[in-house]
């Protein structure tokens, strides 16, 4: 904007030295009264014109210190902010006070920034939402399997992890599944073993508590009753044998 404004002060500079070419001094402030009216209500510029200091045409607030000549400068004037922009012609004589308003350019500018910000907010919201959204879809699965691990720690061993849908979690929750079914399949054969083994124990105590039974028997009866050498021989070879 203040490249526009720079270039087109000068603009306005170099059409007033042409129009002040070939004519007298006494026409030079109606050329001004008439280039400065058409000119700002044709393009919204504010313009004034001094010849040998005094105003000869002037739409723009008089200033009571004058920018240095062609540096443009922002002053506040009347509440809004104006870009103003000072040259001098025909070896000073002439000085060209140039302003225009910048102030809706404010407005716009803060208007846009507005929208930008609530643009920003509302991005944001929406990928916080997103983002939460999918590592809750990712935890969920990681919650389920930390529960199955929990029942298992309980010996609650048929627990299963969920296999549904075809992603990562649902091949971890497959393999999980199987290292269960391997688990439980091993406990079945331990199972099934100590079986066989108590059975085992108890047929051979079956099998030890019958001749043990007799050789009390016999025992008993050899040192209660009164025997012959022939039936103390017999009931010690039956002892003997059992």
């Given at each position: 904007?203040?490249k526009n404004?720079?270039?087109e002060?000068?603009y306005i500079?170099?059409t007033?030295?042409?129009e002040?070419?070939g004519i007298?001094?006494s026409?030079i ?15 919204g510029?504010?313009?004034s ?21 062609n ?10 902010r ?5 040259h ?9 006070v140039?302003?225009k ?5 404010d407005?716009?500018?803060f208007?846009m920034?507005?929208?930008f ?7 944001s919201v929406?990928l ?9 879809r990712?935890s969920?699965?990681l919650e ?12 609650k061993?048929?627990s299963r ?15 999980f599944?199987?290292m269960?079914?391997?688990i439980?399949?091993?406990?079945d ?9 108590q ?8 099998e ?7 050789i009390?028997g016999?025992?008993e ?12 021989q ?9």
């Amino acid at each position: 904007t203040e490249k526009n404004c720079i270039t087109e002060a000068a603009y306005i500079k170099k059409t007033l030295e042409l129009e002040f070419e070939g004519i007298s001094d006494s026409e030079i402030p109606t050329v001004c009264r008439q280039y400065v009216e058409l000119y700002s209500e044709s393009h919204g510029a504010e313009l004034s014109v001094m010849l040998d200091g005094a105003y000869v045409a002037e739409r723009f607030p008089r200033l009571v210190n004058l920018p240095q000549e062609n540096v443009p400068k922002h002053l506040n004037i009347a509440g809004k902010r104006h870009i103003v922009i000072v040259h001098s012609l025909q070896n000073g004589r002439i000085t060209l006070v140039y302003g225009k308003d910048i102030s809706e350019l404010d407005g716009n500018f803060f208007d846009m920034t507005v929208s930008f910000i609530a643009i920003y907010v509302g991005v944001s919201v929406f990928l916080a939402v997103m983002l939460y959204l999918m590592l809750k879809r990712i935890s969920l699965p990681l919650e389920k399997l930390r529960l199955v691990t929990v029942d298992i720690s309980e010996g609650k061993y048929s627990s299963r992890a969920s296999e549904k849908g075809n992603d990562e979690f649902s091949a971890l929750g497959k393999s999980f599944n199987l290292m269960l079914d391997t688990i439980n399949s091993q406990i079945d054969e331990l199972t099934a073993a100590n079986e066989q083994k108590q059975m085992l124990i108890d047929n051979l105590a079956h099998e030890l508590r019958t001749p043990l039974t007799s050789i009390r028997g016999y025992a008993e009866y050899m040192t209660m009753a009164p025997l012959s050498e022939d039936e103390q021989q017999e009931s010690a070879e039956y002892i003997i044998s059992q």
